[in-house]
């Protein structure tokens, strides 16, 4: 199996090839791949492969009790994985089962899918966020023989539910000891039975079953291979070429602090491996917890949605604020802003780059903000890969310019997790970039994007068959997002193509532009645009509890109950100016009339939020109908 470079060469950035349509614009673009295909073998071969070429390279780093982080080697954690996989054969699960894992970001999370893998096992990831009929759908669909959780009240949840789950031999528990009693249960099963069962994997063999968010109806079971992700983690790894083959005094590293159940943070675990950077896992993101987690670690770089980015830098506002410097950091996120979008135009070639007092005025602000938001980082983070939804231009601009480099993606479930991301060196704010080495990019006739490349998905699950149902038209995945390609190849998203608003006047209104620009502002917290069937576009707002909690405090209104506050003039003057912001987006037609406030947040927990953050429009409408009403009677 080919494995990671261990002098890497720096990236040659291959140019796109474009193919236009009758009218010029652009309908397809691919780039061909950076990373030869993995035609043997599997995932399961990872940590074996380390072991042998790099036995005492730290692979992973486990946090201690005492907040302290202890390195783990190659040898090491191919040591654990392998007792671990003899464990499961001993307990019983053929090759081919699908074990489930319900669990927080922790490092047995990571062992136990190797471990599963080396088994000749299936992985289930299940949100340990999740209600009990979406786990005992996963857990009945996938026809998964055993699951691990984490806690004791999760394991309570899954039993309650196994009168309906026939098949679930298994139940463990992770922080009562399960993977050690695994490992003892397996001391005397020949190390070759697992050398068997990782020898009869191919890359088409499927590796996981991992159900979307489920927006609508109930989730769906993605059937991803081995060979899905090394097309994925390959083409990656040669592509970021900074991220995961740091030369610098900083050797490559990352804090992994989004789910594991999700194939976004999956992908990055995988890759860490492939590449032997050094991975810490974070399994609570209460802003203290993660901070501290980040200042112990100090991760070279991390990955994350926006609104973890929107959060440091609204902090950072906040707290500036606290000390009467406001001001002064507006400024400063000014002159980042000028400095990240000069830096963009020197790399592509369209202007000089920082000037002589440019460069200044972030010197000066360096020490005073730069630096501070680097260290709620953790201090030496350079890179950060960003996906889920759209960061923003303003954003990317003020991260540049402070010094933090960031690798826009867009992918799905479906492909692996990035199908297209920021190219090195060669940045356009604002997109998600070119197609990853090895896919391709299409503009169907009504804007929908189609996905092709070596990490689109076998197809859904189907539980009758046991098998994956194709889901590609001609090796096109058709995604539900809209979105163009410009002159140069970068894609940019506007919207899904389920959630187009059509206004009773006919105007067709994509509401993710608006409502991306809206979560970014410091008091907001979620936000729905709202407009289909009705004579113009209004919007449902929550308020960030964070964001909200200073603006009380600057405003000496820490008595004033949510349900008053919400209709509080100087609130809604301040939102009032953030969705004019917004609306400089779009079209009159378009733009956001009226919103109202609510007193409560969409959460998972009230069933208006996916595990994944998404919005769930339907039940959002339903609940919240008398406000929306109210919103057209004005």
């Not at 009705?534 to 909690?549: H, K, M, Q, S, Y």
């Amino acid at each position: 199996m080919p494995t990671p470079p261990t002098a890497p060469a720096p990236p040659v950035l291959v140019e796109p090839t474009v193919v236009r349509a009758t009218d010029g614009s652009v309908r397809q673009v691919s780039v061909p791949p950076a990373a030869p295909p993995v035609r043997r073998g599997s995932l399961a071969e990872i940590p074996f492969d380390n072991a042998r070429e790099a036995p005492d390279d730290a692979v992973l780093s486990r946090r201690l009790p005492d907040g302290d982080w202890q390195d783990v080697t190659a040898a090491e954690f191919a040591d654990e994985v392998l007792s671990l996989a003899k464990g499961l054969v001993a307990e019983g699960l053929e090759a081919g089962d699908r074990i489930a894992i319900m669990a927080r970001t922790t490092y047995e999370w990571t062992l136990l899918d190797f471990a599963a893998w080396a088994a000749g096992l299936v992985t289930v990831p299940v949100y340990p966020t999740s209600s009990a009929h979406q786990v005992r759908w996963i857990l009945q669909d996938s026809g998964a023989v055993a699951c691990a959780v984490e806690t004791a009240d999760q394991g309570r949840l899954v039993s309650q539910e196994r009168r309906q789950l026939d098949g679930l031999a298994h139940l463990w528990q992770l922080d009562t000891g399960a993977i050690g009693r695994l490992r003892r249960l397996g001391r005397d099963v020949p190390d070759e039975v697992v050398a068997a069962r990782r020898g009869t994997l191919e890359p088409e063999t499927p590796a996981t079953l991992i159900y979307t968010s489920g927006t609508t109806g109930r989730p769906k079971g993605c059937v991803l291979s081995h060979g899905n992700f090394f097309a994925e983690v390959d083409n990656a790894i040669e592509l970021l070429h900074p991220v995961f083959k740091s030369v610098s005094k900083y050797p490559a590293s990352t804090l992994l602090f989004l789910p594991l159940s999700h194939v976004f943070g999956r992908m990055v675990a995988i890759g860490c491996l492939r590449a032997r950077v050094r991975l810490g896992h974070a399994p609570s993101i209460r802003t203290e917890d993660l901070l501290a987690d980040l200042a112990g670690f100090k991760p070279s770089f991390l990955l994350a949605i926006p609104y973890v980015l929107e959060k440091v830098y609204n902090t950072g506002r906040a707290t500036a604020e606290k000390m009467g410097r406001a001001a002064s950091f507006d400024r400063a996120a000014r002159i980042a802003r000028r400095y990240g979008q000069a830096l963009e135009a020197a790399e592509h070639g369209t202007g000089p780059g920082p000037g002589p007092a440019l460069r200044a005025a972030r010197a000066l602000y360096d020490p005073l903000v730069y630096r501070r938001i680097r260290a709620a980082l953790g201090g030496h983070v350079r890179y950060a890969i960003c996906g889920g939804s759209p960061l923003g231009r303003r954003l990317a601009a003020f991260y540049a310019g402070a010094g933090i480099e960031i690798f826009e993606g867009y992918g799905l479930t479906e492909t692996t997790a990035a199908a297209t991301v920021t190219p090195p060196l060669r940045p356009r704010l604002g997109t998600v970039g070119w197609p990853l080495p090895g896919t391709a990019v299409r503009i169907a006739d009504d804007g929908e994007v189609l996905i092709g490349g070596g990490q689109v998905f076998r197809g859904y699950w189907d539980a009758a068959a046991g098998r994956a149902v194709p889901a590609q038209d001609g090796g096109w995945f058709a995604t539900g997002d809209l979105g163009a390609l410009d002159d140069d190849g970068y894609l940019t998203i506007t919207g899904r193509k389920k959630d187009i608003i059509i206004t009773s006047g006919g105007k067709n209104v994509a509401p993710a532009p608006l409502e991306d620009w809206l979560r970014a502002h410091p008091l907001v917290g979620q936000c729905m645009v709202v407009g289909d069937n009705r004579p113009f576009v209004t919007a449902l707002i929550t308020l960030e509890p964070d964001g909200l909690a200073h603006w009380r405090q600057m405003r000496k209104k820490q008595g004033v109950p949510i349900r008053e506050l919400v209709e509080d003039d100087e609130l809604r003057t301040t939102l009032r100016r953030a969705v004019d912001e917004a609306n400089r987006l779009v079209s009159r037609a378009e733009s956001i009339r009226e919103f109202a406030v609510l007193p409560v947040d969409f959460t998972e927990e009230g069933g208006h939020l996916t595990p994944s953050l998404k919005l769930k429009r339907d039940a959002i409408a339903r609940d919240f109908a008398a406000e929306i009403e109210a919103l057209y009677r004005k």
